[in-house]
């Protein structure tokens, strides 16, 4: 026997006319996505070590961390441009250094040698302190990266568009991809804004977002296209009010699960996987919103009179 839910988001059967404020939210979005494009040039992403180029060095000392000290043992050490921070516990810290110039035998040489003053310093500064590991990007193997993960995003939203056309109709698809690239353009501000190392783990967080909000946007297409078979003589607009009540429930249960699962990753979890869960955070939120303000106002646009006209057809034939 079919058993109701005991908690629902909404009441069964509610008449929420989303599309009476289509306008305002393309507007919306359109200008929060300027805005973040503005952010992207200035003050731009903090590129981390994977596309930047750089070494990172984890040190864990015996008790909690001096940064003070670290900072005047590195300087001693003529270590220059050093970030620290710490992640985790109170005892480990996380040390960024500027690439050395140079190329070959002779880079290799420089970071080597900058490591060992590295590791030096961070013993003269606590004693007992060690280096737990550290890792060298060189910028030619920082700059392919980069490329690469744009090259990811760019075929992941190709694709996403082929298979929309393919399962639905042209105008589904359009309207997925440019609500998916307006979500991207709002993360990539947010990431402006928060000063959130962008690195291939913040890749994965967008890729992430963008499988999370196709999936989204594709249970609301589905809605609607059984709709457009159903009431065969309803308009679009209506259709779409209707689509979206009746998947509501279901989007919000589903956005509040994924969303209460990441929240205690970005509270406790260490800086890397911080960075990573509150981006995820920020995207659910949006890929949520972007479904019903968004991708339902830009089908709206493209289809109100192909999509309903090709229904009446099929009826007639």
């Known amino acids: 026997m079919f058993m109701r839910p005991a908690f629902r988001f909404v009441r069964d059967g509610t008449k929420i006319r989303f599309m009476r404020g289509r306008f305002i939210g393309l507007a919306t979005s359109a200008f929060l996505s300027i805005a973040s494009i503005g952010l992207f040039f200035y003050p731009g992403?903090?590129?981390?070590?994977?596309?930047?180029?750089?070494?990172?060095?984890?040190?864990?000392?015996?008790?909690?961390?001096?940064?003070?000290?670290?900072?005047?043992?590195?300087?001693?050490?003529?270590v220059p441009s050093a970030g620290l921070q710490r992640f985790g516990a109170n005892n480990d810290v996380l040390i960024r250094l500027d690439a050395p110039t140079g190329h070959g035998a002779a880079s290799e040489a420089a970071t080597q040698s900058l490591v060992d003053r590295t590791r030096v310093a961070i013993?003269?500064?606590?004693?007992?302190?060690?280096?737990?590991?550290?890792?060298?990007?060189?910028?030619?193997?920082?700059?392919?990266l980069f490329r690469n993960g744009l090259l990811a995003l760019g075929l992941s939203l190709a694709m996403i568009l082929a298979y929309i056309w393919i399962r639905f109709e042209w105008e589904f698809a359009v309207s997925a991809v440019v609500t998916l690239i307006l979500d991207l353009t709002k993360t990539i501000g947010f990431l402006a804004i928060s000063r959130f190392q962008f690195d291939l783990?913040?890749?994965?967080?967008?890729?992430?977002?963008?499988?999370?909000?196709?999936?989204?946007?594709?249970?609301?297409?589905?809605?609607?296209?059984?709709?457009?078979?159903?009431?065969?003589?309803?308009?679009?607009?209506?259709?779409?009010?209707?689509s979206i009540n009746e998947t509501?429930?279901?989007?919000?249960?589903?956005?509040?699960?994924?969303?209460?699962?990441?929240?205690?990753?970005?509270?406790?979890?260490?800086?890397?996987?911080?960075?990573f869960a509150w981006v995820m955070l920020f995207g659910i939120v949006v890929g949520t919103s972007s479904s019903i303000f968004i991708a339902a106002p830009l089908l709206l646009l493209l289809g109100e009179k192909r999509l309903r006209r090709d229904t009446q057809a099929t009826v007639k034939r």
């Open 45 to 78: 992403l903090s590129l981390g070590i994977d596309f930047k180029g750089g070494i990172v060095v984890e040190a864990r000392t015996p008790g909690a961390a001096d940064f003070a000290a670290l900072k005047a043992a590195l300087a001693a050490q003529h």
């Open 123 to 144: 013993r003269a500064a606590q004693p007992g302190a060690k280096m737990l590991r550290a890792d060298a990007v060189g910028a030619s193997v920082s700059a392919e």
């Open 201 to 242: 783990v913040m890749v994965a967080a967008l890729l992430t977002i963008l499988g999370y909000s196709t999936n989204d946007k594709v249970v609301v297409y589905d809605r609607v296209r059984e709709n457009l078979r159903k009431y065969r003589s309803m308009d679009l607009r209506s259709l779409i009010d209707l």
């Open 248 to 275: 509501l429930n279901r989007t919000l249960g589903t956005s509040s699960t994924v969303f209460l699962a990441a929240l205690p990753l970005a509270i406790f979890a260490g800086s890397t996987l911080s960075g």
